[in-house]
C-alpha cells in the first residue's frame, strides 16, 4: 500500500511540476520544427557534483524509515563489497529496489554505474531513462543540470551501439530539449533544435509512438502551441491514457476555449490520481471553466 501511495506522489510532482516549473525555452526556426518553439532561454544552471548518496538521502525520507531500511543494508553490503562482481550484483539489487519504490534518481545513479561497467546499449538506454525521469519528477534546481548532463551522456552512448533505434533517439531528443530549458549549452553541440528535430524524425517513422508524441506534446504545451499539443495527447490517449497526458490535454482545451472538452479531461485525470490535494486542485481548475 505504501508503495502505491508514493507513485501517486511521483505523479502528482511531475504533472504539476512539469507544466509549471519547466518551460521550454530557447527553440528556433518555428516552421521546421512544426511549432514547438518557445521564447529567450533563462540563465543557466551550473552543473553541481550531485553524487547518488545525494540523491539517495533525499529519496529516503520520501519513502519512509522501512523501506530505506531495508535499502540502508545492500547500500552496507556494497560498501564492504570484496570484489568488482560482488559490486555489480549489488549495484544492480539497489537498482531495482529504487525502481520498485518509484525514486528514479537514485536508481539512474546505479544504471549509470552498472552501464559503464558492461558498456551494453540495454544498460545506457536503462540509466537514460532514469535520469530524464529524475529530471522531470524531482524539483530540485541544483540536481537538475546534473540529471540532463548524465542523460545526454547515457543516450548518446545507448544511440552509438544503436543509431536507429526510437527508444534511444526519443530519449536524447528529450535531453537535449530539457538542457535548453535549463540555460545549459552543450560543448558537443547538443541544442532543443536538434532535440525537437529527432523527436519529430521519431515520430515520422513511427507516427504513434507514445514517449516521442508526449513528449512533443508537453514542449508543444510550453510553447503555447496548443492545437498541436491536442493531437500529440490524442495519439497518446487512443493507446495508452494516462494521468499527464489527460493534465495535458486539459490545460490545452483550456487554452483554447474548448471548456467542456477540457473539463471532460480533467475528470478523467483526477479518476486516475486518487489523491486528495490534486483533487482539490483538479476540481479549482473545473470550477474556474464552469463560472
Same mark, same amino acid.
Given at each position: 500500500? &505504501? ?6 506522489v ?7 511540476g512539469y507544466?509549471? @516549473? ?7 526556426k ?9 521564447? !529567450?532561454?533563462? =540563465?543557466a /544552471?551550473?552543473?553541481a557534483?550531485?553524487?547518488v ?7 529516503k ?8 531500511a531495508?535499502?540502508?543494508?545492500v547500500?552496507?553490503?556494497?560498501k564492504?563489497?570484496?570484489? +568488482?562482481?560482488?559490486k555489480l550484483?549489488?549495484? #544492480?539489487?539497489?537498482? #531495482?529496489?529504487?525502481d520498485d ?7 539512474a545513479?546505479? %544504471?549509470q554505474?552498472?552501464? /559503464? ?6 544498460a545506457?538506454?536503462a540509466a ?5 525521469d529524475a529530471?522531470t519528477?524531482?524539483?530540485d ?5 546534473? @540529471?540532463?548532463?548524465n542523460?545526454?551522456e547515457c ?9 536507429? $533505434?526510437l *527508444?534511444?533517439k526519443?530519449?536524447?531528443?528529450v535531453?537535449f530539449?530539457n ?6 549549452t *552543450?560543448?558537443d553541440?547538443g541544442?532543443?533544435?536538434q ?7 521519431? !515520430?515520422k =517513422? +513511427?507516427p ?5 508524441n508526449? $513528449?512533443?506534446g508537453? @514542449?508543444?504545451v ?5 492545437? #498541436?499539443?491536442?493531437? /500529440? @495527447?490524442?495519439? !497518446?490517449?487512443?493507446q495508452?491514457?494516462?494521468a *499527464?497526458? %489527460?493534465f &495535458?490535454?486539459?490545460?490545452? &482545451?483550456?487554452q ?5 472538452e477540457?473539463? *471532460?479531461a480533467?475528470?478523467k ?9 490534486? +483533487? #482539490?486542485?483538479?476540481?479549482? %481548475?473545473?470550477k474556474?471553466?464552469?463560472n
Amino acid at each position: 500500500m &505504501y508503495k502505491k501511495q508514493i507513485v501517486v506522489v511521483v505523479i502528482v510532482v511531475a504533472i504539476m511540476g512539469y507544466l509549471y @516549473f519547466q518551460p521550454v525555452k530557447g527553440l528556433i526556426k518555428p516552421k521546421e520544427a512544426e511549432g514547438h518553439t518557445n521564447t !529567450v532561454a533563462k =540563465q543557466a /544552471r551550473p552543473v553541481a557534483n550531485v553524487t547518488v548518496e545525494m540523491v539517495s538521502s533525499a529519496a529516503k525520507i520520501a519513502i519512509g524509515p522501512a523501506l530505506s531500511a531495508q535499502i540502508n543494508e545492500v547500500e552496507g553490503q556494497l560498501k564492504n563489497a570484496a570484489d +568488482d562482481a560482488a559490486k555489480l550484483g549489488l549495484q #544492480k539489487k539497489l537498482a #531495482k529496489q529504487w525502481d520498485d519504490v518509484n525514486q528514479p534518481a537514485p536508481a539512474a545513479f546505479y %544504471y549509470q554505474a552498472i552501464a /559503464r561497467k558492461e558498456n551494453t546499449f540495454d544498460a545506457w538506454l536503462a540509466a537514460g531513462s532514469h535520469f530524464n525521469d529524475a529530471f522531470t519528477s524531482i524539483q530540485d534546481s541544483t540536481a537538475q543540470p546534473a @540529471f540532463v548532463s548524465n542523460a545526454i551522456e547515457c543516450y548518446r552512448n545507448a544511440t552509438k551501439m544503436q543509431p536507429a $533505434n526510437l *527508444d534511444a533517439k526519443t530519449g536524447l531528443g528529450v535531453a537535449f530539449v530539457n538542457q535548453t530549458s535549463l540555460g545549459m549549452t *552543450d560543448p558537443d553541440g547538443g541544442s532543443p533544435m536538434q532535440g525537437i528535430m529527432l523527436l519529430l524524425d521519431v !515520430v515520422k =517513422q +513511427d507516427p504513434k509512438n507514445i514517449n516521442a508524441n508526449l $513528449n512533443l506534446g508537453k @514542449f508543444a504545451v510550453n510553447s503555447r502551441q496548443y492545437d #498541436k499539443a491536442v493531437q /500529440r @495527447f490524442k495519439t !497518446v490517449i487512443a493507446q495508452k491514457p494516462s494521468a *499527464d497526458a %489527460y493534465f &495535458y490535454i486539459a490545460e490545452s &482545451y483550456k487554452q483554447l476555449g474548448m471548456k467542456n472538452e477540457a473539463i *471532460d479531461a480533467y475528470q478523467k485525470c483526477r479518476a486516475m490520481v486518487p489523491d486528495t490535494t490534486f +483533487d #482539490k486542485q483538479i476540481d479549482a %481548475y473545473i470550477k474556474e471553466l464552469k463560472n
